[in-house]
C-alpha cells in the first residue's frame, strides 16, 4: 500500500562498501553498490538542489535555485518575505513538486520521486514556521508517536514502548525541558515550548537533516539563548538547515549563511562576508 | 499514564450492569407471561433492540467522526447494505409460503421474472449471507474511501461526496429492474433458520444477540482508539500534514477505520432486518444519515459511549412524539441538534463530565 520499504533501511547491506574509499574523491562512486534507502554522503554533500523552479500561478517562488548542503553542517537561510525559504523547504519535504530541476539527498535518493512519507522515513524532518503539535493529546505521546519505529498502521495496533523507547523518549524531554509537563496536553504548552516540543518530536525521529522553519519565532530571550545552545550540540550529529529572521540568532549559531531572493541564492559565506556583499545591502535595505 | 486501562473499575461494573439488565428484558419477554407487571411486551422488545442497531451505527459513527475527524454523511447507506444482504436470506427462507407460491421472491414473480438475478445466487445459505453482510459494505467503503482518502478529499467536501453516494444508492434502490424489491424492500420474512421469525423466542435471540454485539463492539472500540493506532487517528484528525512528515501515511489508518466503521454499520443492519421486519430504500434517504451524525453529536462525539446515549434519547424522544405529537418531531430534532451544537460541544457526556 505504500511505496516505500521500510525493511530495508538502515540494515548494512553485505556488499556495501560504503565509506571504504570515501577518502579519494575522484572514484569515490566507483566500485561500491548502492544500498537501497541508505544515504551516500561519500561525496561529502547530504542534499543537493540543482535548478530547481517552482512557479505558482506564472510566479516564480524558486527560480533555478542551487544549493548544496554537506553532511553534519549547521546552515542557516535568510532572505526578504517571498525569497523562497518556506517553498524550498516544501520542495525537500516533498509538499510542493518543482517544475524543473533535481533534488537529491546524498548521491542516490532522488527526493523528487518520493512522497511526504517517505522522505520522512528516509531521514529528513521537519519543523513548521507555525508549530504544529498534537494539541490533544500529551507530550508525552507527541513524542512517541514521533519515534523512529514502524509506522505501519497494522503495527500500530499492537505497537507498546519497550524500554528503551522509553528511555529515549524521557532523554528528549529532559533535552528540550518538558519533562515536568510530560503527562498533560500539549495544547495547554506556551508558545515557545510548543516550538520546543517540536523541535523535540524531530529528535525523537532521529534524522539525519533537520529543517527548522523559524523556529525562536515568538520565544523569550533565554528560550532562543538556550534553543542556539541545542542547535550547535546537534550539529555533526545531524545536519541542520535553519531558516530565521532573527539576526542575532543567526550570529550566534552560523557558519555559513545562504541568502535567498526572489527564488534563488544572491550570496552565500560566512557572516561577515554576507553581511557586507553590496547585493544583499541592496536587497535588505531597498533600491 | 501511557499504559491506559480499557475503563475504569467503576465503567466496568456499570458497563457489566447495563449488559446483565439488557440480557434480562428478552428473558423477561419469553418468561413472565402477558398481563404480568414484569412483562416486556413484544412491541418494548421490538423498540429497544431497533435502537440497539441505532446505537451500534452512532458508535461506528463516532469511529470515524470523533476519533478520525471524517464526517460520514452516508453512514446509513452501509447500513441498509447490511441489512438487504441478510434480507436476501430471509427472502429466500420464505420459500414457497409467499402469495404466489414460488421459490422466487414475491416481488420478482410480479415482475415475471424467470430466474434469480446472478446476485441472488447462494443467499438461501444462512453463511453466504452473513459474509455479504460483511463484504458488501466493506468493499463498497473500501473502493470509494481508497479514491476519496488517496485524492485527499476531506472535510465538506468528503461529507457531501458521501451524502450524495446514499442519496444515488436509495434511487438505484427504488428501482424495480434493480432486482431489490423497488420501493417495497423486502418484508413479510416467515423463517430465520427455520425459526419462526416472530416467535418469542426468536426475538428474544435476536434482542440477546444484539445486546452482546453493541457491548462487544463498544469494548473493542475502546480498545482501538486507546491504542497507538488510535492515537494517530487523533493526530492526523488534528494535523494531517504534520503526521505526514513525522512519518505516517495517513491513507490506510483512514482507510481502515473508515472500513471497519462500514462493516460494523452493515452487521447492525442485518440485526436489525429480522427484528423490524422489513427493509426497504427509505433506509438509504440522505436525512437518515444525517440523523445518525445528530445522534452522536448530541451524545458526545468522541466518546463512544456519548453516541449510544446519544441514539438512545434520540430515538426514545422520537418513538414518543411521533406517536404523541407527530407534526413536531422533526422540529424537536432540529432545536436538539442546535442546542447540542451552541451549548453542549462535548454533548450528554461533556455535560455530565462537567458536573462530576
Not at chain 1, 523562497?84 to 535518493?109: E, L
Request: net charge negative; charged share 15%.
Amino acid at each position: 500500500m505504500s511505496d516505500y520499504e521500510y525493511g530495508n533501511r538502515c540494515i548494512p547491506h553485505p556488499y556495501a562498501l560504503v565509506g571504504t574509499q570515501a577518502d579519494s574523491a575522484s572514484d569515490a562512486s566507483y566500485g561500491r553498490v548502492v544500498v537501497p534507502g541508505e544515504v551516500d554522503v561519500t561525496h561529502g554533500a547530504i542534499l543537493y538542489l540543482e535548478s530547481v523552479t517552482v512557479s505558482f500561478d506564472g510566479f516564480k517562488a524558486l527560480n533555478d535555485l542551487n544549493l548544496s548542503v554537506d553532511d553534519g553542517e549547521l546552515r542557516c537561510i535568510i532572505g526578504p518575505n517571498g525569497a523562497g525559504k518556506t517553498t524550498m523547504m516544501d520542495v525537500i519535504t516533498g509538499k510542493t513538486r518543482p517544475d524543473a530541476g533535481t533534488v537529491y539527498f546524498g548521491q542516490t535518493i532522488d527526493l523528487t520521486r518520493l512522497n511526504e512519507v517517505a522522505i520522512a522515513h528516509a531521514g529528513i524532518g521537519r519543523k513548521f514556521q507555525k508549530p504544529t503539535v498534537f494539541e490533544n493529546l500529551s507530550v508525552f505521546e507527541n513524542l512517541e508517536l514521533a519515534l523512529k519505529m514502524d509506522k505501519r498502521a497494522w503495527k500500530s495496533l499492537f505497537a507498546k514502548l519497550n524500554g528503551e523507547q522509553r528511555d529515549r523518549i524521557d532523554e528528549v524531554l529532559a533535552t528540550i525541558k518538558l519533562s515536568e509537563a510530560a503527562h498533560g496536553p500539549a495544547g495547554r504548552l506556551s508558545h515557545g515550548q510548543k516550538q520546543w516540543l517540536e523541535i523535540g518530536m524531530l529528535l525523537a525521529q532521529s534524522p539525519r537533516v533537520l529543517l527548522l522553519d523559524e523556529p525562536v519565532a515568538g520565544m523569550t530571550d533565554q528560550e532562543t539563548a538556550e534553543t542556539a545552545e541545542l542547535f550547535l550540540s546537534l550539529k555533526g550529529k545531524h545536519t541542520l538547515i535553519v531558516v530565521e529572521h532573527d539576526m542575532d540568532f543567526i550570529n550566534t549559531i552560523a557558519h555559513t549563511v545562504t541568502v535567498l531572493h526572489e527564488g534563488h541564492v544572491l550570496a552565500e559565506g560566512d557572516m561577515a562576508t554576507v553581511q557586507n556583499d553590496p547585493k544583499v545591502i541592496e536587497v535588505y535595505l531597498g533600491r | 499514564m501511557t499504559e491506559r486501562r480499557l475503563f475504569s473499575p467503576l465503567g466496568w461494573t456499570l458497563f457489566a450492569i447495563i449488559v446483565v439488565l439488557g440480557l434480562t428484558m428478552p428473558l423477561l419477554h419469553v418468561w413472565v407471561p402477558e398481563g404480568h407487571t414484569l412483562h416486556v411486551s413484544a412491541y418494548m422488545l421490538t423498540l429497544v433492540g431497533k435502537i440497539l442497531c441505532y446505537a451500534a451505527v452512532a458508535l461506528a459513527m463516532d469511529l470515524v467522526w470523533g476519533y478520525a475527524g471524517i464526517l460520514s454523511l452516508g453512514h446509513g447507506l452501509f447500513f441498509a447494505l447490511g441489512g438487504y444482504a441478510f434480507g436476501m436470506y430471509l427472502m429466500r427462507e420464505i420459500g414457497r409460503e409467499g402469495q404466489y407460491q414460488s421459490d422466487l421472491p414475491d416481488f420478482m414473480v410480479f415482475l415475471d421474472w424467470k430466474e434469480l438475478p446472478w446476485y441472488w445466487v447462494g443467499t438461501e445459505h444462512f453463511l453466504w449471507a452473513l459474509f455479504l453482510v460483511v463484504a458488501v459494505p466493506g468493499i463498497v467503503a473500501f473502493v470509494f474511501g481508497w479514491f476519496a482518502f488517496r485524492s485527499r478529499i476531506k472535510g465538506v467536501y468528503f461529507s457531501i461526496i458521501t451524502q450524495a453516494l446514499t442519496f444515488a444508492a436509495m434511487l438505484l434502490f427504488f428501482r424495480n429492474d434493480t432486482g431489490f424489491g423497488g420501493n417495497n424492500g423486502f418484508t413479510d420474512f416467515k423463517r430465520i433458520l427455520g425459526f419462526p421469525i416472530a416467535a418469542p423466542e426468536t426475538r428474544a435471540v435476536l434482542f440477546a444477540l444484539t445486546v452482546v454485539y453493541v457491548a462487544g463492539i463498544l469494548v473493542f472500540c475502546r480498545w482501538l482508539t486507546q491504542s497507538k493506532f488510535g492515537r494517530v487517528l487523533a493526530a492526523i484528525r488534528d494535523a494531517e500534514s504534520r503526521t505526514m512528515f513525522v512519518g505516517y501515511d495517513p491513507l490506510p489508518y483512514k482507510l481502515g477505520v473508515w472500513t471497519l466503521s462500514a462493516v460494523l454499520c452493515g452487521i447492525a443492519g442485518a440485526l436489525y432486518v429480522p427484528q423490524v421486519g422489513i427493509i426497504n430504500p427509505s433506509e438509504m434517504s440522505p436525512a437518515n444519515s444525517i440523523e445518525i451524525a445528530i445522534w452522536a453529536a448530541i451524545g458526545g462525539r468522541g466518546t463512544l459511549i456519548g453516541p449510544l446515549i446519544g441514539a438512545g434519547v434520540v430515538n426514545g424522544a422520537k418513538s414518543w412524539f411521533t406517536v404523541s405529537f407527530p407534526d413536531l418531531w422533526l422540529y424537536v430534532l432540529g432545536a436538539l441538534f442546535v442546542v447540542a451544537t451552541l451549548y453542549l460541544p462535548r454533548g450528554i457526556v461533556g455535560l455530565v463530565r462537567r458536573r462530576g
